[in-house]
């Protein structure tokens, strides 16, 4: 566990917020967005490869999303974490790797005032339902790689596309005895329950219990979001970034089919019920955050 007094401090997320006085504005994918650029994936390391291979587009790409209107840009470290690290071939070590990625979104910030979040997934495949790994392999492939990027000076936790509880406990605890704060953002199917069979509304209620800054939603397609709150609750924190891609949102090779004005349509409706965080996911690019910062400062004001 991380000690009190290492802890470092940075962008408090909810003060920020609040302060703003609006939804932040989060960046769009990353991953997706590399891929159409022409940048191969690892096998394992998918996207996070490039941070190796091709640093500075990485950074060009943090900056695209600042420059688009982002307030939250997220550390292209989806699949820096010890379970795909351990089935590389890299030659420099996990954390050396963790760091040196969390890095480039630092580099890309400069000063301006953007909350770097690190982005931590699911141990195994997004979409998988059946675990292959041991509970002592999940429990360190969390807390390490949790650890690293709290350490790399990462503001806040962005857990992402996260569907099954087993690592939701043990990521909602780690992060709440060790006073790291963390969102945890989920992915669900059309019946409205994780891929490990629970009701959503049973998780977010479990998560709740471990204080998180928020409770986001992420990878969904748009109308799956939009048919659940028309009968469920949403925390009294919440946010959400939908998928904007063809096809299954599994699918690798994935291009853009809800273009940005059609987004920000989408999503407006959703805006009554005071979401703290707003962006975009798979499929997405920086003229959908534009899109979103132009119609969030015709609502709410430059």
């Known amino acids: ?3 009190a007094e290492t802890k470092k ?3 408090d997320f909810l003060s920020f917020q609040k302060g703003i006085n609006r939804p932040l504005i989060l ?22 490869i490039s941070n190796v291979t091709f640093p500075k587009e990485i950074i060009r790409l943090h900056k695209e999303y600042i420059s688009a209107g982002a307030e939250i840009i997220t550390t292209n470290t989806f699949r820096t974490n010890p379970a795909a690290y351990k089935l590389s071939s890299l030659t420099i070590s996990n954390e050396e790797f963790v760091r040196n990625s969390v890095q480039l979104a630092f580099k890309a910030r400069g000063d301006s005032k953007v ?25 360190y492939n ?6 690293w990027l709290w350490e790399s000076g990462c503001d806040i936790i962005w857990n992402e596309t996260q569907s099954h509880l087993d690592e939701i406990e043990i990521i ?27 009701p959503l509304q049973y998780v977010i209620d479990f998560i709740k219990s471990y204080s998180p800054a928020a409770i986001g939603f992420n990878c969904i ?6 048919k659940y709150v028309e009968s469920n609750p949403l925390p009294d924190r919440f946010g959400f970034y939908f998928n904007c891609g063809d096809g299954n949102v599994s699918d690798q090779n994935i291009s853009c089919s809800i273009d940005p004005a059609a987004y920000v349509e989408l999503i407006k409706p959703l805006l009554s019920q005071k979401p703290i965080f707003v962006g975009s996911c798979c499929g997405s690019n920086p003229n959908h955050t534009r899109a979103i910062k132009e119609y969030f400062d015709e609502v709410y004001g430059s």
């Open 142 to 147: 969390h807390k390490k790689h949790i650890e």
């Open 1 to 3: 566990m991380i000690e």
């Open 9 to 11: 401090t940075g962008i």
């Open 221 to 226: 397609k748009p109308e799956s979001f939009l």
């Open 27 to 48: 960046d769009g994918a990353i991953g997706t967005l590399l891929l159409e650029r022409n940048l191969p994936p690892d096998t394992n390391l998918w996207s996070s």
């Open 172 to 198: 909602s605890k780690f992060c709440a005895q060790s006073s790291i704060p963390f969102i945890m953002n989920l992915y669900f199917d059309n019946n409205h329950n994780l891929l490990c069979g629970k």
């Open 115 to 139: 909350i770097v979040a690190g982005s931590n997934a699911p141990a195994e495949d997004c979409y998988q339902s059946e675990r292959t790994i041991s509970k002592t392999e999940l429990e």
